[in-house]
């Protein structure tokens, strides 16, 4: 995940900024660079590589402003070079990006068209270019700014600074976190508080769709529209050594909100979103050459793994297994010698998992391991690693782990797909598109939690519920299921929806909340006829659609709208409200939500 930081300080603040940076090196990054405003003018150092890199540069040729940001990059666009790393400039503006502009080729090609000469392959670039053409008709950099904003589509955090504006600096949040540090006669932009814990712990985090104007003795907060704002300013608890919660009440909310950052970091890694396509791994894995794959893992993970079925027997023709892990290697099933076993664990330290990992390696397959954590043990009994980069989750009820390990299980049925010749170059690039947009999506949803509060004081009250899905969305339902079972102790099964009349139709009746996941989608017909058998029994249906729930054609308690979105990229979009469904019920019920009763987060005993 990138890493922002922004400095208006009283003396040189490049070798501040490097240090803040090396807070933010669990996120994970590839290159890094700084730009300052010295003399009136923008200058920066870039280096591929770690940061002991950006730092060797800056002992050869200092950096000495006052004003300045810097930034570690994941890359996305592009591949992980000097040319590539950011911050970005033109002669008059310099910014640091942490995200995805989707829109960025339209935007491009207008730019390029009126003169425009790009000099990296990424997409941040186009918003260096569309601040400077607008200073350039006269704007002042906020206006300039602003007007930039209105044109950008996608997830993201930016920090920018102006040549000859030595007291300005100017951050924006869309999706990705960004704080402001207060200090004395210093101001402070960080993706997050510690990275800026040694400078201050006075803090203010911006709410989404915020940009901020900071001199070194105040901060203007504005909204989407323009219009001033206020924001609170707290006192942080983070330190250098720590993962801090910011503004959030407990680390589940906070990692559920992480999600659009960590995903659009997690798919950049495996897919090339300026080529439209997934990155070539046939060094790794060769799909062509194989007829069969395991896929195991336990709890979430495991629904993970029932996701990723679906993906790959429907776009790469490709027969897979799914065995919860604890079960798999007692089943002494047979599988055939150079098979692919896929193994999911967020810890990659998950003892029946990788009891699971050494049996399918007995079996003579070859191991590729889905963990968010490279130096674990099941990441070195492993022939590939695929890491998920969700950065540290401390809720033991698993959120952004979870989405991280469906992107890169989508990512890979690209790649199946693409090497069996099931997907061509124009559905790949559908589908790499279709993935770019799900960070924009989870925003938009996070955006209004107002409903899930409100349903959650009905839950509460419940002591059965049932969540219904078909097809790849019935893991889902029961993902839903497990997420309220574990935080808010209530009792929640989910089913196949088809499934509804071969028994747990006994169980509706009035004091029974059904949950639907419902994307309107080939299936979605077949989904509301098991939506009516509910609501003519008393169910109280709880609607999840893209959909009108008038649509369902039956009374409907509550319905939570999702934004419409290509299907193959459903399962990421639909977990979002079943997490914050199950999320605000336990808060309700005051129930320990990140340290559930009896719940451990790595489980590493049988």
Request: aromatic share 6%; hydrophobic share 40%.
């Amino acid at each position: 995940m990138c890493g922002i930081v922004g400095i208006l300080g009283r003396d040189a603040v490049a070798a501040d900024i490097v240090d803040a940076l090396k807070r933010l090196e669990y996120r994970g990054y590839d290159s890094a660079g700084i730009a300052t405003v010295q003399d009136g003018h923008l200058d920066r150092r870039r280096a591929e590589g770690k940061l002991r890199n950006l730092e060797a540069l800056l002992n050869e040729a200092p950096l000495v402003g006052r004003t300045g940001i810097g930034h570690t990059r994941w890359a996305t666009h592009g591949p992980p070079t000097e040319r590539n790393a950011h911050p970005h400039m033109t002669d008059g503006v310099s910014v640091v990006h942490n995200g995805i502009i989707e829109n960025f080729r339209e935007l491009k090609d207008e730019l390029t068209a009126s003169g425009t000469t790009f000099s990296t392959d990424t997409d941040t670039e186009v918003v260096a270019h569309l601040i400077t053409r607008e200073r350039n008709t006269g704007a002042s950099p906020v206006d300039a700014v602003h007007a930039t904003l209105k044109r950008l589509e996608g997830a993201f955090a930016l920090a920018i600074v102006f040549a000859g504006e030595d007291n300005l600096m100017i951050g924006a949040r869309n999706g990705p976190p960004l704080a402001v540090g207060h200090g004395t006669g210093e101001m402070y932009l960080g993706s997050d508080a510690v990275a800026l814990a040694p400078f201050t712990d006075t803090i203010t985090y911006l709410d989404d769709g915020d940009w901020v104007i900071l001199t070194r003795d105040s901060m203007d907060v504005r909204d989407a529209e323009g219009n001033a704002v206020e924001r609170a300013v707290t006192k942080s608890v983070a330190s250098a050594l720590m993962v801090d919660k910011g503004n959030h009440r407990h680390f589940m909310i906070k990692e559920i909100y992480e999600q659009p950052e960590v995903i659009s970091h997690t798919l950049s890694h495996y897919l090339d979103f300026a080529k439209g396509e997934v990155r070539d791994l046939s060094g790794s894995i060769d799909f062509s050459k194989i007829s069969r794959v395991t896929i195991s893992a336990c709890g979430t993970a495991y629904y993970a793994g029932m996701i990723a079925k679906y993906w790959f027997e429907k776009y790469a023709r490709l027969p897979v297994d799914v065995d919860v892990a604890s079960e798999m290697r007692y089943r002494e099933a047979p599988m055939e010698d150079g098979g692919l076993t896929i193994v999911v664990s967020q810890s990659g330290e998950t003892a029946d998992t990788l009891a699971a990992l050494r049996y399918a390696k007995g079996e003579g397959q070859k191991i590729a391991s889905v963990v968010n954590v490279r130096e674990s043990t099941i990441a070195r009994e492993s022939d590939v690693i695929l890491p998920t980069l969700a950065g540290p989750e401390i809720g033991v009820a698993s959120t952004k782990a979870f989405t991280c390990q469906l992107s890169v299980l989508a990512a890979l049925t690209l790649l199946a797909g693409k090497q069996r010749g099931r997907i061509d170059a124009t559905q790949e690039r559908r589908l790499v598109e279709a993935l770019s947009e799900v960070p924009r999506h989870i925003t938009t949803i996070l955006k209004d939690e107002a409903p899930y509060e409100a349903l959650a004081q009905d839950l509460s009250r419940a002591r059965d519920v049932l969540y219904l899905g078909r097809g790849i969305n019935f893991p889902i339902a029961m993902e839903g299921a497990l997420k309220l079972k574990e935080i808010s102790y209530i009792h929640a099964e989910g089913y196949a929806a088809g499934e509804l009349k071969h028994g747990p139709i006994a169980l509706i009746d009035e004091n029974v909340p059904v949950i639907v996941v419902a994307p309107d989608d080939d299936l979605f017909d077949k989904t509301i006829s098991n939506v009516q058998e509910v609501a003519a029994r008393g169910g109280r249906i709880v609607f999840i659609s893209e959909t009108d729930a008038e649509r369902a054609g039956c009374p409907i308690a509550a319905s939570l709208p999702v934004p419409k979105c290509d299907s193959f990229v459903g399962p990421l979009i639909y977990t979002v409200p079943v997490q914050l469904l199950a999320y605000h019920t336990a808060v309700f019920m005051g129930t320990d939500v990140d340290q559930p009763r009896n719940l451990a987060k790595s489980v590493t005993v049988e």
